[in-house]
């Protein structure tokens, strides 16, 4: 109902006439049917006759049209900071994705994927892949280390470049890799090489550390062997802490 209605009244005889309650004047309400009411008239007399009545009215109605419902639409369109809680929790849901479906870091820039946002949550915007392979990523890692009790002081990318120094040692040196399969027959192990993992996939970094744990007696063997022996084939610094 208008809020001009505060200062009519509709009269007792007759429904399309709308009484003035502050000069008691009758003002039609546009037609004689229903359907045809409106309020246009009543404005327009207040706006005539009370100026001061009408500035309250102007008042009182300006704030609950306009203006609220401007600022719920900028709202809307208005992006979250990437650093609020609700963009950080949705950024790491998809590198959690990412990881547990093993897909490629180019899926964050994929159209149908970001369409797909897009509908679920306007105000969210999509980290670049970039900020997936240098921040989340080692994020996420970070957390599973932590959780499993492997990382104490040491950062996981320091963790991942020693790994990557170790199997690419291995790689490059099959004196070394035949020593490591010596060992392992020597042991009755099965016969296996370590993996190399690929940057943009987050579970081959996971292999190659588990295949690096599973061997990780033997390369201490090894590079112990290695002193005793020729010390150019010997691991990397830093390898066997
Ligand atoms: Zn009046």
Same mark, same amino acid.
């Given at each position: 109902?208008?809020?001009?209605?505060?200062?009519?009244?509709?009269?007792? *005889?007759?429904?399309?006439?709308?009484?003035?309650?502050?000069?008691?004047?009758?003002?039609?309400?546009?037609?004689?049917?229903?359907?045809?009411?409106?309020?246009?008239?009543?404005?327009?007399?207040? *706006?005539?006759?009370?100026?001061?009545?009408?500035?309250?009215?102007?008042?009182?109605?300006?704030?609950?049209?306009?203006?609220?419902? =401007?600022?719920?639409?900028?709202?809307?369109?208005?992006?979250?900071? !990437?650093?609020?809680?609700?963009?950080?929790?949705?950024?790491?849901?998809?590198?959690?994705?990412?990881?547990?479906?093993?897909?490629?870091?180019?899926?964050?820039?994929?159209?149908?994927?970001?369409?797909?946002?897009?509908?679920?949550?306007?105000? %969210?915007?999509?980290?670049?892949?970039?900020? %997936?392979?240098?921040?989340?990523?080692?994020?996420?890692?970070?957390?599973?280390?932590?959780?499993? !009790?492997?990382?104490?002081?040491?950062?996981?990318?320091? $963790? =991942?470049?020693?790994?990557?120094? $170790?199997?690419?040692?291995?790689?490059?040196?099959?004196?070394?890799?035949?020593?490591?399969?010596?060992?392992?027959?020597?042991?009755?192990?099965?016969? *296996?090489?370590?993996?190399?993992?690929?940057?943009?996939?987050?579970?081959?970094?996971?292999?190659?550390?588990?295949?690096?744990?599973?061997?990780?007696?033997?390369?201490?063997?090894?590079?112990?062997?290695?002193?005793?022996?020729?010390?150019?084939?010997?691991?990397?610094?830093?390898?066997?802490?």
């Amino acid at each position: 109902m208008s809020a001009v209605w505060k200062y009519f009244q509709v009269d007792d *005889k007759n429904v399309s006439i709308a009484k003035c309650e502050l000069c008691k004047l009758g003002i039609s309400r546009g037609g004689k049917e229903k359907a045809a009411f409106n309020t246009t008239n009543l404005i327009r007399h207040l *706006k005539n006759k009370h100026p001061t009545q009408y500035n309250e009215f102007t008042q009182a109605t300006q704030p609950r049209t306009s203006q609220p419902t =401007l600022q719920d639409l900028f709202k809307k369109r208005e992006k979250m900071p !990437g650093d609020s809680a609700k963009a950080q929790t949705i950024t790491a849901k998809v590198a959690q994705m990412i990881a547990m479906s093993d897909l490629p870091f180019a899926f964050v820039e994929n159209p149908g994927f970001l369409m797909l946002m897009e509908h679920i949550e306007p105000r %969210f915007e999509m980290p670049s892949r970039h900020y %997936f392979t240098e921040k989340a990523l080692p994020a996420l890692h970070k957390k599973i280390f932590d959780k499993e !009790g492997l990382l104490s002081q040491r950062s996981v990318t320091e $963790i =991942l470049a020693n790994a990557r120094k $170790i199997v690419g040692h291995f790689k490059h040196s099959p004196l070394a890799y035949s020593r490591l399969e010596d060992i392992q027959m020597d042991l009755h192990m099965d016969i *296996k090489r370590l993996q190399q993992d690929v940057q943009t996939r987050w579970n081959s970094s996971l292999y190659m550390l588990q295949s690096l744990l599973e061997q990780n007696g033997l390369l201490v063997c090894l590079q112990l062997s290695a002193l005793y022996t020729s010390s150019t084939d010997s691991l990397p610094m830093g390898a066997n802490e």
